[in-house]
């Protein structure tokens, strides 16, 4: 895709890694305004911090306060994750991805910590 | 058609007729037939009208695209504009499923004679192990051909010899000769039934993760007309034998104790646990089908891995929201909550936020570059445009009315 | 030189003004373009229009919707120093049409 539409082809669209998995959304995009050059996309921004900052710049401080306060900073080091742009390997209809391993990211934080900490220790589930 | 489309056809109405009816379709039915006896079926197929053209939309959405709606939906309008109809729908999804829960729990008091709070978690635990442990197929297979047993309320309606003339004649619209409040209630209570939130994002969710492509749009086509229009013909059902067993009696269905004598009539020696069983499963099945569309509805509008065809480690997030759901909404049944109450006020609440189906499905339907020659026609768009006005209409009515006559 | 950096999810919806203070539209899609390895903004589209574009709907004009285009302004004419008050260098009626 040469031409794109930055709204309706790449915010918001599910963010998949090299191999496919699901690992997030393009919640946010970073631009780098530059002097006599055409602003471009520095970053893409996943996480909750960054859809809060868009209903409301003050539910982001306060979603920021609550993080620091209840310390689940044990389970998620950085409430964002921030990709360049430079990994991005593919943008399509279908989705925008990256050429890095989910598994190994921020985005997939939870999904691991639930892995180990809770879905291990249901009956049933052979580890 | 191969022979796979064919099976996935004959598959999906199945389904279709199996996660229909649940228990906001039993408790409208049967109290629109014990109060007003035939005079509220008009409610009832209008409904399934609309909900034929919407989960053929939903099914085409899926089919075209590869993508299911709540994806599609955050995609396309943006996180902020999906925000509130998100937190809406899962609201509501949620309430529905303590409905769904609250079934199967009255039914197993039927049985026992155990209240039905004692079962709430024993109900909550046995759901959620039937999504943990099954993939996506076997939960198709299993509720749907189970869900068959529903068609009791089909048999017992024309066991009684409904009077043709009348039934005919509820098919449409007419006034009521006594408490309207309450008429227009459960009218708007049989139109949220119907056309209940959950089916769409689900089954559009399903035809994802049965791999639909483009060549599905004729199969989607027959599942819906087929399988909706059979899943109405078993409310339709229950309102006739509620009509025949409980309106002559003059027994109005505050409490499903009333509505279990549905089927001994027609079944003198079965009727009671025939009734409790179709109850039990109609509520599992739905139940599974809400907790899943919530689920599904979550991971998607955040872009998580999801799939029930995962193994749960692989998609942590996606089986944390069932489980949770489950556990949350069986909690107002275990503090005592009347299932009856629930889930006619829920159905009308379901009729309230169709605004919120509504308006999306209708300009995603008409988006021609996701859709190109397979976005909506005008018959499609006109019925949507209908249910765009009704939805609004219901917005603002249904709220009063639960006041006015649901009680 | 520390880089310029504008969040773009919150420029979405913004009023755009022109250099003379006239109100022109909200910034409702932005077109960009691949080159090399980046990607670089080419135009933010203005207006009610775009956001149909954006929706792709044709058939709003079936119950009286005027087709319009959308207002187009180049990435030169758009002075995003201040992120939340962006305005043209230039006035509404001497962008190119």
Not at chain 1, 22 to 38: A, H, N, S, W
Request: hydrophobic share 50%; charged share 20%; glycine share 8%.
């Amino acid at each position: 895709m040469k031409t794109m539409d930055l709204v309706r082809d790449v915010l918001d669209k599910q963010v998949v890694d090299r191999d496919e998995t699901k690992m997030g959304r393009v919640d946010g995009l970073l631009l780098e305004i530059r002097p006599g050059q055409p602003p471009r996309i520095e970053a893409i921004d996943m996480g909750f911090v960054v859809l809060a900052r868009r209903i409301h710049p003050r539910l982001e401080a306060w979603l920021e306060r609550l993080r620091r306060r209840f310390g689940v900073s044990s389970i998620r080091k950085t409430a964002r994750y921030r990709v360049p742009w430079s990994a991005v390997k593919d943008v399509n209809p279908f989705c925008v991805q990256l050429d890095v391993a989910a598994l190994d990211t921020p985005a997939f934080d939870w999904e691991r910590w639930l892995r180990d900490h809770v879905v291990a220790h249901v009956p049933g589930v052979d580890s | 058609m191969n022979m796979k489309k064919a099976t996935q056809l004959a598959l999906g109405i199945v389904t279709a007729v199996g996660g229909f009816f649940d228990a906001g379709n039993l408790a409208t039915s049967a109290q629109a037939g014990a109060s007003f006896r035939f005079q509220l079926v008009w409610s009832l197929l209008l409904g399934t009208l609309l909900v034929i053209f919407l989960v053929e939309m939903s099914g085409r959405f899926a089919a075209v695209t590869r993508k299911a709606l709540p994806d599609a939906i955050r995609e396309h309008f943006g996180f902020t504009a999906w925000l509130v109809p998100f937190l809406v729908l899962t609201l509501v999804h949620f309430l529905v499923l303590a409905s769904e829960i609250g079934g199967i729990c009255f039914a197993l008091h039927l049985v026992t004679g155990l209240p039905p709070a004692v079962w709430a978690l024993p109900v909550a635990v046995l759901t959620w192990l039937f999504l943990w442990r099954s993939t996506f197929g076997t939960i198709e297979n299993s509720t749907s051909l189970l869900g068959l047993l529903t068609l009791a309320f089909v048999v017992a309606a024309v066991r009684h010899h409904p009077p043709t003339g009348e039934l005919l004649a509820g098919m449409l619209p007419s006034l009521p000769h006594h408490d309207p409040a309450k008429y227009w209630f459960i009218a708007v209570s049989i139109l949220g039934s119907v056309i209940a939130p959950y089916l769409f994002y689900f089954y559009s969710s399903g035809a994802v993760e049965d791999e639909w492509d483009p060549s599905y749009v004729n199969v989607n086509r027959g599942i819906a007309f087929v399988g909706m229009g059979f899943g109405s013909l078993i409310a339709l059902g229950a309102i006739v034998v509620a009509a025949v067993v409980l309106a002559p009696r003059g027994i109005e269905v505050n409490d499903y104790h009333q509505a279990a004598m549905m089927l001994t009539d027609a079944f003198p020696f079965w009727g009671f646990v025939l009734f409790a069983a179709a109850m039990a499963i109609a509520c599992l099945g739905a139940g599974i089908e809400v907790a899943l569309a919530m689920a599904y509805t979550t991971a998607q509008t955040f872009g998580w891995n999801w799939g029930e065809d995962l193994d749960p480690r692989e998609d942590a997030r996606f089986c944390m929201v069932y489980t949770a759901a489950i556990l949350v909404s069986s909690l107002l049944i275990l503090f005592g909550i009347d299932p009856l109450k629930l889930t006619l006020v829920t159905m009308a609440i379901n009729a309230a936020v169709l605004p919120f189906v509504a308006i999306p499905f209708l300009l995603i339907m008409n988006d021609r570059k996701l859709l190109k020659e397979h976005a909506n026609g005008w018959i499609s768009n006109s019925v949507a445009a209908f249910l765009l006005v009704l939805a609004l209409v219901l917005a603002v009515v249904s709220i009063p009315l639960v006041i006015m006559g649901g009680s | 030189m520390k880089k310029t950096l504008v969040h773009f999810e919150l420029l979405l919806g913004r009023e755009v003004h022109d250099s003379a203070g006239k109100r022109v539209g909200r910034i409702l899609s932005v077109t960009a373009e691949r080159e090399g390895g980046d990607c670089v903004i080419r135009e933010y589209l203005l207006g009610p229009a775009a956001l149909l574009r954006r929706l792709g709907i044709t058939t709003l004009r079936l119950v009286g919707f005027k087709h319009r285009e959308p207002l187009r302004v180049p990435w030169d004419q758009l002075d995003l120093s201040d992120p939340k008050k962006p305005c043209l260098r230039c006035r509404a009626d001497e962008l190119p049409k």
